[in-house]
């Protein structure tokens, strides 16, 4: 059972990551082993990949080769599952009452970039070789399965999931508010107004906290404001939808079950 977000007073920011899987906004930084990306894997795939495209199609030999590179991908699969669920374990067990996420469309990142021509048809560069690498390494780090996971346990131990607006989380400075892509510059944070300066994933993930932290008050207050209404129009009856709640993780019903 979730607390009550009345009672919800301590929260985490995560901010997910490629170079490191997860920044915490207490300063704490999860490694991402890029478990299908590193370079003696890929070299590894690639040679599997190679073998089964060099024998006959139809033949045992072939059969036997895209067995193997199968097996190699379920292996990785497997590594992956497995530090997903001790990652999220990491998190959720920490001592918080509401985990606040990023609310990522993954899908959305990914999709290729929108085809470029000139005015005579030709087609021009637009950056789709480049993104590939990008949309490899999100693949590679499975954002989405590691947010589902840490969805699924943080129900299990009455914590509360708070999904954020990602949009220049890491842009803005913590300081004076400023926000503009030339405050960041790779993992240096330094605002072009103020001077403020910090870890650009750490601030992130603060950024993400804070504005977690704003939605559960906010909710609450909506939600002890229609408390207090439903009592006086009905003081007998209680209602379902006066109750305190875990609204936040509603999106969530799968896990439950």
Not at 30 to 56: C, G, M, Y
Not at 67 to 89: E, M, P, S
Not at 155 to 166: R, W
Not at 208 to 229: F, M, P, Q
Request: net charge positive; aromatic share 4%.
């Amino acid at each position: 059972m979730a607390k009550p977000l009345a009672e919800v007073k301590k929260v985490i920011g995560c901010d997910l990551g490629i170079t490191k899987l997860v920044h915490l906004s207490d300063r704490h930084q999860i490694d991402n082993p890029k478990f299908s990306t590193n370079k003696k894997t890929r070299h590894l795939l690639k040679i599997r990949q190679k073998s089964v495209s060099r024998k006959a199609k139809g033949s045992n030999n072939r059969k036997k080769a895209a067995q193997k590179l199968g097996r190699l991908h379920k292996r990785i699969a497997d590594k992956r599952q497995a530090y997903q669920w001790k990652v999220a374990n990491q998190i959720v067990s920490r001592n918080v009452d509401g985990i606040a996420l990023e609310d990522l469309n993954v899908s959305g990142m990914m999709k290729r970039c929108r085809v470029k021509t000139d005015n005579r048809g030709r087609f021009m560069p637009n950056g789709q070789s480049r993104k590939k690498g990008l949309n490899r390494a999100i693949a590679d780090a499975g954002w989405s399965d590691l947010i589902l996971k840490i969805e699924y346990l943080a129900v299990k131990q009455g914590k509360v999931v708070i999904k954020v607006n990602p949009q220049n989380s890491s842009r803005e400075c913590r300081s004076c508010g400023h926000i503009h892509a030339s405050n960041r510059n790779r993992e240096k944070f330094i605002c072009t107004e103020c001077g403020y300066h910090e870890h650009a994933d750490i601030g992130a993930a603060k950024t993400i906290r804070d504005r977690g932290l704003e939605i559960v008050r906010r909710d609450s207050a909506k939600l002890g404001a229609r408390h207090l209404n439903a009592q006086k129009i009905s003081p007998r009856s209680k209602s379902k939808r006066s109750e305190f709640g875990n609204l936040i993780n509603q999106d969530i019903k799968a896990a439950k079950s």
